[in-house]
């Protein structure tokens, strides 16, 4: 008995790990969720239960039993979600539904390369998604002995279970790797999508959109029009492109110094208002079915479109721009539904909420509004320098901060605050308020001066408190539940809380920010 790599896909030609021939002991030296393929005449010592333990959800077992082969396939766990976009999904809402993830005990896998090609310069990887049981990425394979050396820009799939590689294709021409801002321009992770058995991606730095076979890599199809896109979103089999009409700035970029050229990316390279449109597409037949606007002209942004959020029925569409305006579009008519006027300066970025009957935008300045989706919802938005804290699960209230301190949930049907309270500054020299609120609504953590936190019902049932051991804190995030606490303190030290027994975090880490999943169960942390 014994695993390698050997072909497993018939024509197709794919290869992963396979455990073939029966044996004598209990336990297979492999850990959780590896294997593709295990193939057994006799299974002999080994259960039913080991081979599932090993076995890649969605991957085949085969073995004799009663004279006659049996098949059975590892089904795939219904709390593991999958991260198709640049922000998860096609709304805009960079939250997973996963609820295994959780803090890291062990390794699954490693891949190579194990570096990256300079730390100074452009990303070697432009942009990851998920799908399918597998991994998507675009990585710079050139030298790491120096960044001078040229790229070899690569899309490649792997085993999201086990590393193993499935596939790669050339990219010929994409950004240089001389653009000296580290994490390259944000227009790149934005050009990669997958859908099931389909990926859609720009292979070329102003190529087309194209549609690939996600388990070979082949090319299937390509979207012509689709030249010099910015960002791609896919939605019940519908291809969103953002298209630059214009000439790229970013293929003209070419480095003049080995240092200092950050000053040049942000006077000569910087993202410039250029109109830009959303042509929409067939998914299956590559046919464009519209354009976004369509007619007339002055529907469209006068300034560059920042980001796409698209609702759950596949109807809505909405952009933000530079203009400072929210466009809401309808996909069947292809046209304007509502321009959403409010901000005062650039809008960033938009995310629907649950229901996607609400909106909310996020601008330069720093401000955050709510809008209703619908034509006959109130237009107003909740004015005043709030700070949105979280919707509720259904979508009808929103807690929010000012900068005075006063905690209110708002009622979002009547824009009036339904409860208030005041909370304590973390700073004793002036208003510094650090708070987060649980996803009912119901219970909120603050940070106190000199590193406490205080834990609050919202109806005045209880209140409980506890030190981090930190001089002060500058973050804190309360899981959907209350049951965890994240604090970040003094130099990024940020650690993880168990509610019920606080003498000891459960890890601390480096880290600035963090957010949970919806349910709970996964936990996203940032560095600076």
């Given at each position: ?11 197709r ?27 057994a ?33 590892k ?21 997973a539904?996963?609820?295994v ?53 690569k ?29 390259g ?16 991606v ?6 087309p ?17 689709s ?8 939605h ?14 970013l ?5 003049k110094?080995?240092?200092?050229d ?16 959303i042509?929409a ?69 938009t ?19 709510i ?8 237009t ?11 919707f509720?699960?259904d ?18 049907e ?31 953590a ?16 209880g ?15 309360l ?18 809380w ?6 000891e ?5 480096s ?18």
């Open positions: 008995a014994g695993g390698g790599s050997v072909g497993v896909g018939g024509a030609g794919l290869c992963g790990p396979v455990w073939g021939g029966g044996s004598d002991g209990g336990a297979r030296p492999y850990i959780e969720n590896c294997v593709n393929l295990r193939v005449e006799d299974l002999g010592k080994v259960t039913l239960e080991e081979v599932n333990r090993v076995l890649v959800p969605e991957g085949v077992a085969y073995f004799k039993k009663g004279g006659a082969w049996t098949k059975v396939v089904p795939r766990p219904d709390d593991i979600d999958e991260w198709t976009h640049y922000f998860h999904g096609p709304s805009g809402n960079a939250v539904q996963d609820k993830v959780g803090p890291p005990r062990r390794m699954q896998w490693v891949g190579s390369p194990r570096w990256s090609r300079h730390h100074d310069r452009m990303a070697s990887m432009s942009a990851l998604v998920t799908g399918g049981g597998r991994i998507f990425y675009i990585m710079d394979e050139g030298s790491r002995v120096s960044i001078q050396l040229p790229s070899r820009w899309l490649i799939a792997r085993d999201a279970f086990n590393g193993s590689v499935l596939w790669k294709r050339e990219i010929p021409e994409w950004h240089n790797q001389l653009w000296p801002l580290k994490s321009p944000s227009q790149l992770a934005r050009r990669l999508v997958v859908d099931g058995e389909k990926l859609f720009t292979r070329s730095i102003t190529g959109v194209e549609c690939l076979d996600a388990v070979t890599g082949k090319t299937l199809r390509v979207f012509a029009g030249e010099k896109a910015e960002e791609i979103v896919h019940n089999g519908v291809v969103f492109a953002l298209i630059r009409e214009g000439k790229s700035e293929k003209e970029y070419a480095p110094h080995n240092v200092g950050q000053a040049r990316v942000r006077t000569e390279f910087v993202w410039n208002s250029t109109p830009r449109r042509r597409y067939d998914a299956e037949s590559g046919k464009e079915v519209g354009v976004l606007p369509d007619t007339p002209p002055d529907e469209g942004h006068s300034g560059m479109i920042t980001s796409l959020a698209l609702d759950e029925g596949g109807t809505l569409l909405a952009s933000s721009s530079w203009d400072h305006s929210v466009r809401l579009w309808g996909i069947e008519t292809r046209r304007l539904g509502r321009t959403l006027h409010g901000h005062r300066g650039e809008v960033w970025c995310a629907l909420s649950p229901r996607g009957d609400l909106l909310a935008s996020g601008s330069k300045d720093g401000e955050v509004m809008w209703p989706t619908k034509e006959d919802a109130p107003e938005a909740i004015r005043g320098r709030w700070k949105p804290l979280s509720s699960k979508s009808r209230y929103v807690a929010a901060l000012n900068r005075e301190g006063e905690l209110s949930i708002f009622n979002l009547t824009r009036k605050p339904t409860y208030s309270i005041d909370l304590l500054s973390s700073d004793t020299r002036f208003g510094r308020y650090i708070v987060s609120v649980s996803a009912d609504l119901t219970a909120l603050e940070g106190l001066p000199n590193g406490a936190v205080r834990l609050r019902k919202l109806d005045g049932e209140e409980t408190g506890f030190s981090t051991g930190n001089r002060r804190l500058d973050f804190i995030a899981s959907p539940e209350a049951e965890t606490l994240v604090t970040v303190g003094w130099r990024d030290d940020l650690a993880w168990d509610l019920t027994d606080t003498a975090p459960i890890m601390r880490i880290g600035s920010h963090a957010v949970f999943s919806e349910g709970g169960g996964t936990l996203v942390t940032v560095t600076r």
